[in-house]
């Protein structure tokens, strides 16, 4: 099954202490978002992976940010699922391919998407979803674009998601406010299953 169809809402994370990494998980899936793409920003983020693959069986987790080669041999390294890059160059969707894992390259513009569908990929981030054009533009790419799928991120609310979900051409999208970060440095896991149950409920 697709990536984009496993959950209407991919939680998209940072880590700053890899000890929260299971319980968030946890509580993520106790939520209904089984799906959960932790970004390569801060030093745990590795760390977090390997903990969520190992400890969270329920939890299809992924690596986020992805920008070079070398993020995508430290994410098999620990136990990713999945890649999502924030952008696409031919080398990093070419290392993409290579590593046998699901994956979402980012694009932004129709040229980028065609690009991508040119190469047999179909399934793309759309980042910064909105300060790229949002609903409006995505809308106006499912013409030309019919065969292209997104996820889009960046920027999406609970509130707005439901926009975004009932456009034919995404099949979920990515959100950070299912993490805030004052829930996570008090582990306030309750608050973070409530957020993900709100999400899930999207679809």
């Known amino acids: 099954m697709s990536l984009l169809d496993l959950a209407p809402v991919i939680p998209v994370v940072v880590i700053d202490d890899v000890e929260t990494a299971v319980p968030m998980a946890r509580a993520l899936v106790a939520g209904g978002l089984p799906v959960i793409e932790v970004t390569l920003r801060t030093a745990p983020a590795l760390r977090a992976i390997a ?13 986020g940010t992805v920008r070079r080669s070398e993020d995508i041999a430290a994410a098999l390294d620990a136990g990713a699922s ?9 080398s990093l969707v070419e290392a993409m391919d290579a590593s046998g894992l699901p994956y979402l390259p980012g694009a932004a513009t129709a040229s980028e998407a065609m690009a991508l569908a040119e190469r047999g990929v179909k399934e793309l981030k759309f980042f910064p979803a909105e300060a790229a054009g949002g609903v409006a533009y995505l ?49 306030d896991w309750a608050r973070v299953e409530k957020l993900a149950r709100e999400a899930a409920a999207l679809r």
Do not use: Q
């Open 82 to 90: 999945f890649l999502v890059s924030p952008g696409t160059t031919l």
């Open 51 to 63: 903990r969520i693959a190992a400890e969270v069986p329920a939890a299809t987790v992924g690596a």
């Open 139 to 187: 809308k106006s790419l499912r013409g030309p674009l019919p065969d292209v799928r997104f996820c889009p991120t960046g920027g999406i609310r609970l509130t707005t998601a439901p926009d975004y979900l009932a456009l034919p051409n995404v099949g979920c999208v990515g959100g950070t406010w299912l993490t805030p970060e004052d829930a996570l440095a008090a582990g």
